[in-house]
Protein backbone atom coordinates (compact mmCIF):
# COMPACT_ATOMS: atom_id res chain seq x y z
CA UNK A 1 0.00 0.00 0.00
CA UNK A 2 1.81 3.50 -1.32
CA UNK A 3 -1.51 5.92 -0.59
CA UNK A 4 -1.71 7.89 2.62
CA UNK A 5 -4.21 6.81 4.30
CA UNK A 6 -5.10 9.25 7.55
CA UNK A 7 -6.23 12.85 6.53
CA UNK A 8 -5.77 15.51 9.36
CA UNK A 9 -9.34 16.92 9.96
CA UNK A 10 -8.10 19.81 12.89
CA UNK A 11 -5.55 20.04 15.01
CA UNK A 12 -4.09 16.89 16.46
CA UNK A 13 -7.11 14.73 14.69
CA UNK A 14 -7.36 12.66 12.64
CA UNK A 15 -9.22 10.71 10.06
CA UNK A 16 -8.23 6.98 8.59
CA UNK A 17 -10.72 5.94 6.10
CA UNK A 18 -10.94 2.00 6.20
CA UNK A 19 -12.42 0.06 3.48
CA UNK A 20 -15.20 -2.53 3.87
CA UNK A 21 -14.89 -4.58 0.97
CA UNK A 22 -17.94 -5.85 -0.95
CA UNK A 23 -19.96 -4.00 1.84
CA UNK A 24 -22.48 -1.03 0.20
CA UNK A 25 -21.01 1.19 2.95
CA UNK A 26 -17.82 0.83 1.50
CA UNK A 27 -15.77 2.55 4.26
CA UNK A 28 -15.98 3.56 8.34
CA UNK A 29 -14.31 6.43 9.07
CA UNK A 30 -12.13 6.63 12.33
CA UNK A 31 -11.13 9.07 14.26
CA UNK A 32 -7.46 9.59 16.08
CA UNK A 33 -7.55 12.18 18.72
CA UNK A 34 -3.49 12.65 19.54
CA UNK A 35 -2.14 14.26 22.28
CA UNK A 36 1.86 13.92 23.48
CA UNK A 37 1.02 10.87 25.57
CA UNK A 38 -2.16 9.58 25.13
CA UNK A 39 -4.59 8.38 21.88
CA UNK A 40 -7.95 8.15 21.94
CA UNK A 41 -9.44 5.94 18.31
CA UNK A 42 -13.11 6.39 17.97
CA UNK A 43 -14.57 3.56 15.53
CA UNK A 44 -11.94 1.07 14.21
CA UNK A 45 -13.09 -1.27 11.07
CA UNK A 46 -14.28 -5.04 11.35
CA UNK A 47 -12.18 -7.67 12.59
CA UNK A 48 -11.00 -8.59 8.98
CA UNK A 49 -7.61 -8.22 7.30
CA UNK A 50 -8.71 -5.13 4.73
CA UNK A 51 -9.39 -3.25 7.84
CA UNK A 52 -6.77 -3.86 9.72
CA UNK A 53 -4.06 -3.46 7.39
CA UNK A 54 -5.37 -0.12 6.80
CA UNK A 55 -5.99 1.13 10.51
CA UNK A 56 -3.00 -0.25 11.93
CA UNK A 57 -0.93 2.12 8.78
CA UNK A 58 -3.01 4.94 9.70
CA UNK A 59 -2.25 4.87 13.05
CA UNK A 60 1.30 4.39 12.08
CA UNK A 61 1.40 7.32 10.20
CA UNK A 62 0.10 9.25 12.98
CA UNK A 63 2.88 7.61 15.06
CA UNK A 64 -0.06 5.89 17.81
CA UNK A 65 1.83 4.16 20.35
CA UNK A 66 -0.90 1.48 21.49
CA UNK A 67 0.36 1.09 24.29
CA UNK A 68 -0.99 4.82 25.16
CA UNK A 69 -4.23 4.63 23.27
CA UNK A 70 -7.89 4.03 24.39
CA UNK A 71 -10.56 3.05 22.37
CA UNK A 72 -14.16 4.12 21.79
CA UNK A 73 -17.17 2.40 20.06
CA UNK A 74 -20.43 5.32 18.99
CA UNK A 75 -22.15 2.03 19.26
CA UNK A 76 -22.56 -2.11 18.48
CA UNK A 77 -21.91 -2.97 14.97
CA UNK A 78 -19.15 -4.93 13.88
CA UNK A 79 -18.10 -2.26 11.36
CA UNK A 80 -17.24 -0.03 14.68
CA UNK A 81 -15.97 -1.93 17.29
CA UNK A 82 -14.70 -5.25 15.34
CA UNK A 83 -10.74 -4.59 15.82
CA UNK A 84 -10.77 -2.81 18.88
CA UNK A 85 -10.57 -6.51 21.22
CA UNK A 86 -6.70 -7.17 18.96
CA UNK A 87 -5.66 -3.17 19.36
CA UNK A 88 -6.37 -2.87 23.07
CA UNK A 89 -3.33 -3.15 25.35
CA UNK A 90 -3.79 -4.05 28.49
CA UNK A 91 -4.37 -1.41 31.35
CA UNK A 92 -5.93 0.69 28.73
CA UNK A 93 -9.87 1.20 28.31
CA UNK A 94 -12.97 0.38 25.18
CA UNK A 95 -15.76 2.43 25.92
CA UNK A 96 -18.99 2.18 24.52
CA UNK A 97 -22.46 4.17 25.31
CA UNK A 98 -24.05 2.61 28.23
CA UNK A 99 -26.66 0.11 26.82
CA UNK A 100 -24.65 -1.22 23.95
CA UNK A 101 -21.82 -2.06 26.28
CA UNK A 102 -24.32 -3.98 28.42
CA UNK A 103 -26.14 -6.17 24.77
CA UNK A 104 -22.19 -6.70 23.77
CA UNK A 105 -21.90 -8.78 27.14
CA UNK A 106 -24.88 -10.28 26.20
CA UNK A 107 -24.54 -10.93 22.43
CA UNK A 108 -22.46 -14.16 22.84
CA UNK A 109 -23.98 -16.93 21.00
CA UNK A 110 -27.47 -15.00 19.67
CA UNK A 111 -26.49 -15.18 15.73
CA UNK A 112 -28.99 -18.27 15.21
CA UNK A 113 -32.22 -18.71 14.02
CA UNK A 114 -33.89 -19.35 16.68
CA UNK A 115 -32.90 -16.70 18.27
CA UNK A 116 -35.87 -13.81 18.94
CA UNK A 117 -34.72 -12.04 16.11
CA UNK A 118 -34.87 -15.20 13.87
CA UNK A 119 -38.09 -15.66 15.07
CA UNK A 120 -39.75 -12.35 14.42
CA UNK A 121 -37.81 -12.19 10.87
CA UNK A 122 -39.88 -15.48 10.16
CA UNK A 123 -43.14 -13.79 11.28
CA UNK A 124 -42.40 -10.52 9.21
CA UNK A 125 -42.34 -12.86 6.38
CA UNK A 126 -38.79 -13.36 5.55
CA UNK A 127 -38.14 -16.70 3.38
CA UNK A 128 -37.24 -19.53 6.40
CA UNK A 129 -34.79 -21.46 3.86
CA UNK A 130 -32.95 -18.16 3.57
CA UNK A 131 -32.66 -17.55 7.40
CA UNK A 132 -29.99 -19.68 8.05
CA UNK A 133 -27.77 -18.53 5.74
CA UNK A 134 -28.47 -14.73 6.44
CA UNK A 135 -27.71 -15.32 9.85
CA UNK A 136 -24.52 -16.58 8.35
CA UNK A 137 -23.21 -14.15 6.42
CA UNK A 138 -24.51 -10.86 8.47
CA UNK A 139 -21.29 -8.78 9.53
CA UNK A 140 -22.43 -9.18 13.29
CA UNK A 141 -21.50 -12.96 13.56
CA UNK A 142 -18.38 -13.12 10.64
CA UNK A 143 -16.22 -9.38 11.93
CA UNK A 144 -17.10 -8.73 15.50
CA UNK A 145 -14.16 -8.77 17.63
CA UNK A 146 -11.61 -11.81 17.72
CA UNK A 147 -12.50 -12.05 21.90
CA UNK A 148 -15.01 -10.62 24.29
CA UNK A 149 -14.00 -7.68 26.32
CA UNK A 150 -16.24 -6.03 28.69
CA UNK A 151 -16.63 -2.21 27.20
CA UNK A 152 -16.39 0.36 29.75
CA UNK A 153 -20.19 2.28 29.58
CA UNK A 154 -20.35 5.60 28.80
CA UNK A 155 -23.85 7.90 29.93
CA UNK A 156 -24.92 11.18 28.70
CA UNK A 157 -23.17 14.37 30.08
CA UNK A 158 -20.14 12.02 30.70
CA UNK A 159 -16.81 14.04 29.23
CA UNK A 160 -13.68 13.06 27.47
CA UNK A 161 -10.83 15.37 27.79
CA UNK A 162 -8.31 14.92 25.54
CA UNK A 163 -5.84 16.80 23.19
CA UNK A 164 -7.44 20.11 23.61
CA UNK A 165 -11.26 18.63 23.01
CA UNK A 166 -13.98 18.16 25.38
CA UNK A 167 -15.93 16.20 23.83
CA UNK A 168 -19.45 15.36 25.76
CA UNK A 169 -21.53 12.31 25.43
CA UNK A 170 -24.99 12.56 24.12
CA UNK A 171 -27.01 9.95 23.80
CA UNK A 172 -28.62 9.21 20.38
CA UNK A 173 -30.71 6.13 20.56
CA UNK A 174 -32.55 5.09 16.99
CA UNK A 175 -29.48 3.67 14.94
CA UNK A 176 -28.50 1.27 17.67
CA UNK A 177 -30.80 1.47 21.32
CA UNK A 178 -27.18 2.43 23.03
CA UNK A 179 -25.62 5.06 20.05
CA UNK A 180 -24.12 7.36 21.39
CA UNK A 181 -22.51 10.97 19.76
CA UNK A 182 -19.72 13.31 20.86
CA UNK A 183 -20.41 17.11 20.71
CA UNK A 184 -17.50 19.98 21.55
CA UNK A 185 -19.60 22.86 22.22
CA UNK A 186 -16.65 25.79 22.44
CA UNK A 187 -15.42 23.62 18.69
CA UNK A 188 -18.81 23.58 17.36
CA UNK A 189 -17.90 19.86 16.50
CA UNK A 190 -19.83 16.69 16.55
CA UNK A 191 -18.97 13.19 16.44
CA UNK A 192 -21.85 11.56 14.66
CA UNK A 193 -21.14 7.44 14.37
CA UNK A 194 -24.09 6.66 12.44
CA UNK A 195 -26.24 9.24 13.79
CA UNK A 196 -25.96 11.57 10.74
CA UNK A 197 -24.54 10.43 7.92
CA UNK A 198 -23.94 12.71 4.98
CA UNK A 199 -24.16 10.51 1.43
CA UNK A 200 -26.42 8.05 2.61
CA UNK A 201 -29.01 7.17 5.32
CA UNK A 202 -28.60 5.51 8.52
CA UNK A 203 -30.18 2.39 8.27
CA UNK A 204 -32.69 1.95 10.95
CA UNK A 205 -33.85 -1.16 11.83
CA UNK A 206 -36.08 -2.94 14.33
CA UNK A 207 -36.32 -6.88 15.25
CA UNK A 208 -39.24 -6.87 17.68
CA UNK A 209 -42.28 -5.38 18.46
CA UNK A 210 -41.54 -3.81 22.06
CA UNK A 211 -39.40 -0.83 20.13
CA UNK A 212 -39.73 2.04 18.10
CA UNK A 213 -36.31 2.81 16.96
CA UNK A 214 -37.73 4.91 14.09
CA UNK A 215 -39.40 6.98 16.45
CA UNK A 216 -36.80 7.02 19.01
CA UNK A 217 -34.21 7.88 16.26
CA UNK A 218 -36.43 10.93 15.03
CA UNK A 219 -36.45 11.94 18.56
CA UNK A 220 -32.67 11.79 18.62
CA UNK A 221 -32.45 14.13 15.49
CA UNK A 222 -34.36 16.16 16.59
CA UNK A 223 -32.58 16.38 19.79
CA UNK A 224 -29.10 17.46 18.33
CA UNK A 225 -30.77 19.49 15.59
CA UNK A 226 -30.64 22.53 17.81
CA UNK A 227 -26.84 22.23 18.38
CA UNK A 228 -24.13 24.47 17.05
CA UNK A 229 -22.09 22.80 14.74
CA UNK A 230 -19.50 23.98 12.15
CA UNK A 231 -18.10 20.34 11.80
CA UNK A 232 -19.77 17.04 11.43
CA UNK A 233 -17.69 13.82 11.59
CA UNK A 234 -20.02 10.87 10.62
CA UNK A 235 -19.15 7.31 10.61
CA UNK A 236 -19.27 6.71 7.03
CA UNK A 237 -18.27 8.77 3.84
CA UNK A 238 -18.44 12.51 3.66
CA UNK A 239 -17.61 15.24 6.33
CA UNK A 240 -20.93 17.16 6.98
CA UNK A 241 -20.97 21.28 7.07
CA UNK A 242 -24.28 21.67 7.12
CA UNK A 243 -25.13 20.35 10.05
CA UNK A 244 -28.97 21.37 10.67
CA UNK A 245 -29.61 20.91 6.74
CA UNK A 246 -28.75 17.40 7.03
CA UNK A 247 -30.38 17.05 10.01
CA UNK A 248 -34.14 18.78 8.27
CA UNK A 249 -33.12 16.07 4.91
CA UNK A 250 -33.07 13.28 7.37
CA UNK A 251 -36.33 13.66 8.78
CA UNK A 252 -38.17 14.37 5.41
CA UNK A 253 -36.55 11.72 4.41
CA UNK A 254 -38.17 9.07 7.15
CA UNK A 255 -41.74 11.13 6.68
CA UNK A 256 -41.55 10.31 2.60
CA UNK A 257 -40.33 6.96 3.26
CA UNK A 258 -43.52 6.56 6.13
CA UNK A 259 -45.59 8.06 3.16
CA UNK A 260 -44.64 5.35 1.03
CA UNK A 261 -45.13 2.66 3.66
CA UNK A 262 -48.73 3.45 3.60
CA UNK A 263 -49.60 4.32 0.21
CA UNK A 264 -48.43 0.45 -0.32
CA UNK A 265 -50.63 -0.66 2.24
CA UNK A 266 -53.39 1.60 1.23
CA UNK A 267 -53.21 -0.06 -2.45
CA UNK A 268 -52.65 -3.91 -0.91
CA UNK A 269 -52.96 -4.21 2.72
CA UNK A 270 -52.25 -7.55 4.96
CA UNK A 271 -49.00 -7.45 3.37
CA UNK A 272 -46.03 -8.71 5.78
CA UNK A 273 -43.28 -6.70 6.37
CA UNK A 274 -40.87 -8.92 3.78
CA UNK A 275 -43.60 -7.84 0.78
CA UNK A 276 -43.63 -4.23 2.28
CA UNK A 277 -40.09 -4.10 1.76
CA UNK A 278 -40.47 -5.79 -1.90
CA UNK A 279 -42.50 -2.52 -2.96
CA UNK A 280 -40.58 -0.13 -0.71
CA UNK A 281 -37.80 1.90 -3.81
CA UNK A 282 -33.97 1.10 -2.55
CA UNK A 283 -30.92 2.88 -3.52
CA UNK A 284 -29.64 -0.57 -4.80
CA UNK A 285 -27.85 -1.24 -8.20
CA UNK A 286 -30.32 -4.84 -8.48
CA UNK A 287 -32.58 -5.35 -11.45
CA UNK A 288 -35.14 -6.31 -9.31
CA UNK A 289 -36.18 -7.19 -5.31
CA UNK A 290 -35.20 -11.12 -6.18
CA UNK A 291 -32.06 -9.73 -7.54
CA UNK A 292 -31.33 -8.30 -4.30
CA UNK A 293 -28.55 -9.83 -2.34
CA UNK A 294 -29.58 -11.75 0.65
CA UNK A 295 -28.17 -9.54 3.03
CA UNK A 296 -29.87 -6.59 1.09
CA UNK A 297 -32.97 -8.25 1.48
CA UNK A 298 -32.14 -8.38 5.14
CA UNK A 299 -31.62 -4.87 6.15
CA UNK A 300 -34.52 -3.90 3.79
CA UNK A 301 -36.92 -5.64 6.05
CA UNK A 302 -35.46 -4.76 9.05
CA UNK A 303 -36.07 -1.37 7.58
CA UNK A 304 -39.21 -1.40 6.69
CA UNK A 305 -40.35 -3.15 10.10
CA UNK A 306 -39.01 -0.07 11.30
CA UNK A 307 -41.52 2.24 9.34
CA UNK A 308 -44.39 -0.21 9.81
CA UNK A 309 -43.39 -0.13 13.96
CA UNK A 310 -43.58 3.49 13.70
CA UNK A 311 -46.63 4.47 11.77
CA UNK A 312 -48.74 1.94 13.86
CA UNK A 313 -47.35 3.75 16.75
CA UNK A 314 -48.28 7.09 15.24
CA UNK A 315 -51.92 5.19 14.43
CA UNK A 316 -51.94 5.15 10.58
CA UNK A 317 -51.59 1.27 10.17
CA UNK A 318 -53.46 -1.76 11.62
CA UNK A 319 -51.24 -4.61 12.64
CA UNK A 320 -53.35 -8.09 12.52
CA UNK A 321 -51.75 -11.02 14.39
CA UNK A 322 -52.05 -13.89 11.66
CA UNK A 323 -50.62 -16.87 13.72
CA UNK A 324 -47.28 -17.19 12.76
CA UNK A 325 -47.23 -13.73 10.57
CA UNK A 326 -47.39 -10.26 11.33
CA UNK A 327 -49.48 -8.52 8.33
CA UNK A 328 -50.39 -4.61 8.38
CA UNK A 329 -52.61 -2.69 6.87
CA UNK A 330 -53.68 1.10 6.37
ZN1 LIG B 1 -23.96 1.15 12.36
Known sequence: MTNQVTEKVLDSLYRVVVPLP????KEVNCYVL????????IDTGMNRPECREVLTAGLD??????????FLATHLHADHHGLIPDLLRPGRTASMGA???????????????????GVYLRRSGFPPEELAESFKRHPGARFSGSRHIDYAPLDEGDVIDIAGYRLEVIDTPGHTFGHI????????LFIAGDHILGDITPNIQAWADDHDPLGLYLDSIAKVEALDVDLCLPGHRSLIHDFKGRCRELREHHEVRGQEVVDILRANGGRNAYETASEMTWDIRAKSWEDFPIM?????????IAHLRWLEDLGELQ?????ERILYSA
Open 296 to 304: QRWFATGEA
Open 319 to 323: REDAG
Open 181 to 188: SLYDRAKR
Open 22 to 25: RNPL
Open 34 to 41: AEDDRFLV
Open 99 to 117: IDAAAMGRAHGGWSEDSPM
Open 61 to 70: EIGVDLGKTD
